[in-house]
């Protein structure tokens, strides 16, 4: 190999960290070696990736700089190190060499889509890939889901037992391909293979996509297995299978995701903004929730109906893109892909019972019988159960609503570096995080600890990412009520291992993670406005000012406490609505305008009495009581649909003027009887919906710039935050007066990001 004169060689030891194993890195670099005429080796162990390169100063450092700015489009580096090495390189050309073990700081990818060049092998009759179900390359597919320990190599994934065919593993070693190095690279003569299963369990004949699709026609539900677990599918036309999906998976009203072709697709239900199309195209194929069209819930029945907004994704495994294909009729080529294409499916976890979804063809066929009419499965194991992601269009690009597949376990970056910690979150939408230097890994949504089976998911987790990033933590953090599954769990593990465990206030946590995200280092003023959680005083917050300093935080405002009227009027709008009758002097009316309930007389002498009912400044609480004032809502099927019924009627009707006096504030605590008051008394749900967002923005600003000093950073966080209404509303008014509104973006703003405030809250406690 020709090099520049020995005289102006250097030789240097090159260190990589991040996501930086399983997306193509080796050949990656290799190619750099070659092209720059360089010498040496590449490998890759637990810590990341090594390098030992010898050549001309100015290439040397070439490379260096291109591995950080043409890295692979999966890859994400997070550290780069060189140094002079001491061993002179004697190699007289650059090599892959085999990983070396180890334990030190790496972390394996994330999943993402199949790419197009893949799916153009599978969608080319003359190649060898021609309609397989298991078709990736370095630049695509499973990671994190089928990974078993660390470096990642295929004997530490799913497809060890796969063996490669002679033609596979030459694409795996031409280094000019690229499978090169590519550890999940199979075909239909040595990977997995789809098969298609009865009700019973017993195999059906012909092809399984084919007959799988034609199941699916005739409004069968067929389970599916997907890359971080099973989903339930059925035609989203068709109303009588959604109805019987409904029925049996025991999901009244929640709405359902529906999987599309592409953007051309959707834009038959959905309204498609600026940008949002390319959303949907991401790689990490979150659902993105899209504003329906009106004639939505007639094309699509059942599905969603009521909410302004339907759950859209598209295919991200080829063994989805091919029921697609077979649908379309197996064209030839990719034109078909950016075509509308007809089949529109209903595919939603397989979650029966609130429990996490199924993940093993065994655990499917039991959890799943008298469920599913069939089952779309393969033999390639999942190693983590992920479900899938959530987000939407916001200010800059995506914003997280669920954080799972497609962003699990990748970190974020802190704003200092410190031991490692481990948070675990709180009770509802629970996600665990684990920190490393300045990074914090953030695992998949897990989901409510509600029942045993995501209780020992949730430990499973904790074990999993604490096993594969070799971390010891030295303190655990949790949520300050005891009653919590992940807090109990804290303080046993804490315990066993001899380490502190710290409790990180509920509202304090969810300001602690925006304040992460930004990497904002420095005293903020927080609007933390949720469902509830308890506060520092063991009352139940929800609509709180806090100043927030590190590890210190202080209550500088909140709302005025609205009463519950027994534990189960968190999630029932209409005892809301009475409690806020009974306090506007309104008592007797609770009877009258709540006929239906068989508890309302016993309600209104609970609320008279003053028989436990405890009060709560949640935002969330007020939210669903004035849906249940404008009869928008006196029963939940699921966690926030008042909120969101509300919201999207908001959204319809369109913009009105805030109430004047609809609102006051005294000593920090913001009153909205007014405001309840006018909405007792509305004849029009859809308005009332429109006058109560707009005069809660205005009574919001008002009272974040009667207390925040001028200048202040206010960081909003909570599950309020995911009403684009509102927040909308509060970004303009706020920037209107001078101040910037910092939001949760790559986490979501509700519980699902609490674990990473409270690590990062931990963290600054241990640095002092």
């Keep these: 190999m020709q090099t520049s004169d020995n005289s102006h060689n250097v030789c240097q030891r090159i260190r990589l960290s991040g996501v930086v194993q399983g997306v193509g890195f080796r050949p990656f670099v290799w190619r750099l070696a070659k092209e720059l005429l360089l010498t040496g080796w590449v490998r890759k162990d637990a810590r990341g990736v090594e390098i030992e390169v010898c050549g001309a100063a100015e290439q040397v450092q070439n490379l260096i700089e291109r ?64 309609r397989y179900a298991f078709t990736n390359c370095t630049n695509c597919g499973p990671r994190y889901t089928i990974a078993r320990a660390l470096p990642y190599a295929r004997e530490r994934t799913s497809l060890k037992n796969f063996p490669r065919c002679p033609k596979c593993q030459n694409e795996t070693q031409r280094k000019d391909g690229r499978h090169h190095n590519d550890e999940v690279n199979c075909c239909p003569k040595c990977g997995p293979q789809p098969e298609l299963l009865d009700a019973e369990g017993r195999p059906l004949p012909g092809d399984p996509i084919t007959q799988a699709v034609a199941l699916l026609a005739q409004g069968k539900i067929v389970a599916i297995k997907g890359m971080g677990g099973f989903h339930l599918a059925c035609d989203a036309r068709n109303a009588v299978a959604v109805a019987v999906l409904r029925e049996r998976k025991q999901r009244d009203e929640r709405p359902f995701p529906v999987m599309l072709a592409n953007a051309s697709s959707a834009s038959a239900f959905v309204q498609l ?101 069939a089952f779309l499965l393969h033999d390639r194991e999942i190693k983590s159960r992920c479900d899938d992601s959530i987000a939407r269009s916001g200010p800059g ?81 949790h949520d300050l ?66 100043r927030v300093d590190g590890v210190s935080m202080e209550r500088i405002g909140s709302l005025a406490p609205i009463e519950l009227a027994g534990e189960q009027a968190l999630r029932v709008p209409w005892r809301l609505a009475a409690a806020v009758l009974q306090q506007l002097g309104r008592g007797k009316e609770i009877e009258k305008r709540f006929p239906e309930q068989r508890s309302a007389a016993a ?41 969101e ?51 809660l923005v205005a009574a919001l600003t008002d009272w974040v710039c009667a207390i925040a000093p001028s200048g202040s950073k206010i960081v909003g966080s909570g599950g309020c935050f995911l009403n684009q209404v509102l927040a909308r509303g509060l970004r303009a008014r706020l920037g209107g007066r001078g101040l910037q509104l910092i939001e949760a973006r790559r986490l979501p703003p509700n519980d699902g990001g609490l674990a990473v405030g409270q690590a990062w809250v931990a963290l600054q406690y241990l640095l002092g």
């Design 67 to 130: 591995l950080q700015n043409d890295a692979p489009v999966k890859a994400h580096i997070d550290s780069v190190t060189a140094q002079n090495s001491h061993v002179e390189c004697v190699a007289d050309d650059f090599y892959i060499l085999n990983s070396r073990s180890g334990r030190a700081p790496a972390m394996v990818g994330h999943d993402s889509a199949v790419c197009r060049d893949c799916l153009a092998e599978m969608f080319d009759p003359a190649n060898r890939r021609w």
């Design 273 to 373: 903004g600026i940008g949002e199309p390319g959303l949907l195209a991401m790689a990490e194929r979150p659902i993105i929730l899209l504003k329906k069209r009106p004639s939505c819930d007639k094309a699509l029945p059942g599905v969603t109906t009521g909410l302004g907004w339907l759950g859209v994704m598209m295919p991200f495994t080829p063994l989805q893109y091919l029921l697609f294909h077979e649908s379309a009729g197996r064209p030839q080529g990719l034109g078909w892909l950016d075509r509308p294409q007809k089949l529109a499916l209903v595919m939603t976890s397989a979650d029966p019972g609130g429990e996490p979804t199924a993940i093993s063809n065994e655990e499917a066929l039991l959890r799943l019988s008298g469920i599913a009419d």
């Design 397 to 477: 690009g995506l914003q997280l609503v669920r954080r799972a597949r497609g962003y699990a376990p990748n970190a974020i970056k802190l704003p200092r570096s410190g031991p490692s910690v481990l948070a675990v979150g709180g009770w509802f939408k629970n996600t665990v995080c684990v920190t490393r230097g300045d990074e914090a890994f953030i695992s998949q949504h897990i989901g409510d600890l509600d029942n045993a089976a995501a209780c020992d998911y949730f430990e499973s987790t904790v074990t999993r990412l604490l096993k594969l990033l070799g971390i010891k933590p030295a303190l655990v953090a």
């Design 481 to 546: 009520d005891r009653s919590f599954h992940s807090t109990r769990f804290a303080l046993d593990f804490a315990q066993q291992r001899g380490v502190p465990a710290l409790a990180v206030q509920h509202h304090h946590a969810h300001t602690a993670a925006v304040q992460a995200e930004h990497r904002i280092d420095a005293p903020v003023i927080g609007l933390s406005l949720d469902g509830i959680g308890l506060g520092a005083d063991g009352g139940g917050w929800g609509g709180e000012l806090l």
């Design 603 to 643: 309600v209104e002498k609970m609320l008279l009495q003053g028989i436990t009912c405890p009060k709560t400044s949640s935002l969330g609480c007020y939210i669903n009581a004035a849906a249940g004032l404008l009869g928008i809502s006196s029963m939940m099927a699921f966690d926030g649909q008042a909120a």
């Design 645 to 695: 019924l509300l919201e999207g009627m908001a959204d319809r009707y369109g913009d009105v003027l805030p109430l004047n006096g609809a609102w006051s504030i005294e000593n920090g605590c913001l009153n909205l009887q007014p405001l309840l008051a006018v909405l007792a008394d509305e004849k029009i749900p859809e308005r009332g919906a429109a006058i109560f967002h707009a005069t």
